[in-house]
C-alpha cells in the first residue's frame, strides 16, 4: 500500500466541488481561483455556527468533538469534521481519558436541503474514512445536518460509497500531480457556481484560466 506524506495531502472538503464540476475543483484547488457568491457565503456562516461552541461538549453518554482535525495517509488528505459524536457503547472503542467505550459519529453541516445526488455524502463517508483510520474502528453511518430543513440526514457508508470516494481521491491527486484543469461542457448548474464568471467554459479552450485572463490582461496593457 502507497502512504502519501504530509505536503501531498489534499483538501478533504475539495471533494464536494470535484464532484459537483472537475473544472470547478481544479479552478478553486489547482489555479487558486475563487469568487464567493450567496451559497459559499451562507454555507460558511453555518459552519461557523457549528464551531462557535467549546471545541468539547458532555451531555451525559455523549461527547460532543467540534471543529476535529482529521487525516488519512493512504488517501492522502487532510481536513476537519464540522462535529464527531462519541456515543457511549459497549460496541465502541475506548477513548482516551474517558471510561468505557464510544460509537464515533462524524456529522457535517450544509446550508440547504438535501439533494439528489450524492455530493454531501462524498464528504461526510471521507471524513469517516479518516476517522476510520485514525481511531481503528469501523464507522458504519454519520449525518448531515441541512440548514434550511433544520434536521440531519442519516447517510450509510456503504462499500460503493468508500470506493467512489477513494477512486476521486485517486483522480484528484493525479490531476493536481499534472496541475491539469480539465474542460467542461456548459450546463444549467453552471448558473449556481461561484467561479461561473471567471471559467467561461463556453469558450472550451485548452489552456488555463490564469494563463487566459493574464493573456488578456496584456493585451490591454497598462491603464
Same mark, same amino acid.
Not at 73 to 95: A, N, Q, T
Not at 172 to 199: E, F
Given at each position: 500500500?502507497?502512504?502519501?506524506? #504530509?505536503?501531498? !495531502?489534499?483538501?478533504?472538503?475539495?471533494?464536494?466541488?470535484?464532484?459537483?464540476?472537475? =473544472?470547478?475543483?481544479?479552478?478553486? !484547488?489547482?489555479?487558486?481561483?475563487?469568487?464567493?457568491?450567496?451559497?459559499?457565503?451562507?454555507?460558511?456562516?453555518?459552519?461557523?455556527?457549528?464551531?462557535?461552541?467549546?471545541?468539547?461538549?458532555? =451531555?451525559?453518554?455523549?461527547?460532543?468533538?467540534?471543529?476535529?482535525?482529521?487525516?488519512?495517509? #493512504?488517501?492522502?488528505?487532510?481536513?476537519?469534521?464540522?462535529?464527531?459524536?462519541?456515543?457511549?457503547?459497549?460496541?465502541?472503542?475506548?477513548?482516551?481519558? =474517558? #471510561?468505557? $467505550?464510544?460509537?464515533?459519529?462524524?456529522?457535517? !453541516?450544509?446550508?440547504?436541503?438535501? $439533494?439528489?445526488?450524492?455530493?454531501?455524502?462524498?464528504?461526510?463517508?471521507?471524513?469517516?474514512?479518516?476517522?476510520?483510520?485514525?481511531?481503528?474502528?469501523?464507522?458504519?453511518?454519520?449525518?448531515?445536518?441541512?440548514?434550511?430543513?433544520?434536521?440531519?440526514?442519516?447517510?450509510?457508508?456503504?462499500?460503493?460509497?468508500?470506493?467512489?470516494?477513494?477512486?476521486?481521491?485517486?483522480?484528484?491527486?493525479?490531476?493536481?500531480?499534472?496541475? !491539469?484543469?480539465?474542460?467542461?461542457?456548459?450546463? $444549467?448548474?453552471?448558473?449556481?457556481?461561484?467561479?461561473?464568471?471567471?471559467?467561461?467554459?463556453?469558450?472550451?479552450?485548452?489552456?488555463?484560466?490564469?494563463?487566459?485572463?493574464?493573456? =488578456?490582461?496584456?493585451?490591454?496593457?497598462?491603464?
Amino acid at each position: 500500500m502507497i502512504l502519501y506524506n #504530509e505536503e501531498d !495531502y489534499l483538501q478533504l472538503s475539495g471533494i464536494q466541488h470535484f464532484a459537483f464540476c472537475r =473544472r470547478q475543483w481544479a479552478l478553486a !484547488y489547482i489555479e487558486l481561483q475563487w469568487q464567493e457568491n450567496v451559497r459559499t457565503v451562507e454555507g460558511k456562516i453555518l459552519h461557523e455556527n457549528a464551531h462557535d461552541a467549546a471545541m468539547k461538549e458532555k =451531555r451525559g453518554d455523549l461527547i460532543i468533538v467540534r471543529a476535529m482535525p482529521v487525516h488519512s495517509r #493512504e488517501i492522502g488528505i487532510s481536513g476537519e469534521c464540522d462535529v464527531v459524536e462519541f456515543h457511549k457503547s459497549d460496541e465502541g472503542i475506548p477513548i482516551s481519558g =474517558r #471510561e468505557g $467505550k464510544y460509537i464515533v459519529v462524524p456529522v457535517e !453541516y450544509k446550508r440547504g436541503k438535501p $439533494k439528489s445526488t450524492d455530493i454531501d455524502a462524498l464528504q461526510v463517508a471521507a471524513q469517516a474514512l479518516c476517522l476510520e483510520e485514525m481511531l481503528c474502528c469501523e464507522i458504519p453511518y454519520g449525518y448531515i445536518y441541512y440548514g434550511e430543513i433544520r434536521r440531519r440526514e442519516k447517510i450509510e457508508f456503504t462499500e460503493e460509497l468508500r470506493r467512489k470516494v477513494k477512486d476521486m481521491f485517486a483522480e484528484m491527486h493525479k490531476y493536481y500531480g499534472q496541475r !491539469y484543469t480539465p474542460k467542461v461542457k456548459w450546463s $444549467k448548474s453552471c448558473n449556481a457556481c461561484s467561479l461561473k464568471d471567471i471559467c467561461m467554459p463556453v469558450l472550451n479552450k485548452n489552456v488555463s484560466v490564469k494563463k487566459y485572463l493574464d493573456d =488578456r490582461m496584456k493585451e490591454r496593457g497598462p491603464d
